[in-house]
T-cell receptor, first 115, second 113 residues
């Protein structure tokens, strides 16, 4: 079974530029998450989708971050304009349903450096 | 809201030593508890989980028991190996309607030969 796919793996941009990350969840997984992991910290949820609807985006900085999940499969996360403090690993994860007992599977992450 | 408190790192042990990484949580209702591991340059992998009180999760020689009375889920391994060097994250998933994962800050473990 293929895992959660993310791209690009690494990106270096200057502040005020824009960047987009792509995620393809495990086939059949209805729930998709984007997490931000700053170096030395635990991952923090940015947004949760159930199919193509947003369930939780309370911690997404909406003035610069946006995310979409068209057709309930792939998802993109965009940052525009980027700030230095956005340097982090952006993790995509998926889950077959919404049940608390279901395992959440993570991709390898997209490592962003803003200079 | 839900929160997870993890033992501060980094932790350095000799090969074959006994490992304990402490984890306590705050949550309403009946959360599920998880340990994730992150090897250098890789994504998070589920190590083990427990979904109700007194459950013991185990995998690759690691164990953790869901203790509701002490709100804890400590990770243990009897004899660590160099290949166990990684960052370990304790996490919880809340009750229905709040199933997102909330993570601790992570504990970096280094095993020396």
């Amino acid at each position: 079974e293929a895992g959660v796919a993310q791209s690009p793996r690494y990106k270096i941009i200057e502040k005020r530029q824009s960047v987009a990350f792509w995620c393809n969840p495990i086939s059949g997984h209805a729930t998709l998450y984007w997490y931000q992991q700053i170096l030395g910290q635990g991952p923090k949820l940015l947004i949760q989708f159930q199919n193509n609807g947003v369930v939780d985006d309370s911690q997404l900085p909406k003035d610069r971050f946006s995310a979409e999940r068209l057709k309930g499969v792939d998802s993109t996360l965009k940052i525009q304009p980027a700030k230095l403090e956005d340097s982090a690993v952006y993790l995509c994860a998926s889950r077959i349903g919404q049940g608390a007992f279901d395992t959440i599977y993570f991709g390898e992450g997209s490592w962003l450096t803003v200079v | 809201g839900n929160s997870v408190t993890q033992m501060e790192g980094p932790v350095t042990l000799s090969e074959e030593a006994f490992l304990t990484i402490n984890c306590t949580y705050t949550a309403t209702g009946y959360p599920s508890l998880f340990w994730y591991v992150q090897y250098p340059g890789e994504g998070l992998q589920l190590l083990l989980k427990a979904t109700k009180a007194d459950d013991k999760g185990s995998n690759k020689g690691f164990e953790a028991t869901y203790r509701k009375e002490t709100t804890s889920f400590h990770l243990e391994k009897g004899s660590v190996q160099v290949s166990d060097s990684a960052v370990y994250f304790c996490a919880l998933s809340g009750d229905f309607g709040n199933e997102k994962l909330t993570f601790g800050t992570g504990t970096r473990l280094t095993i020396i030969p």
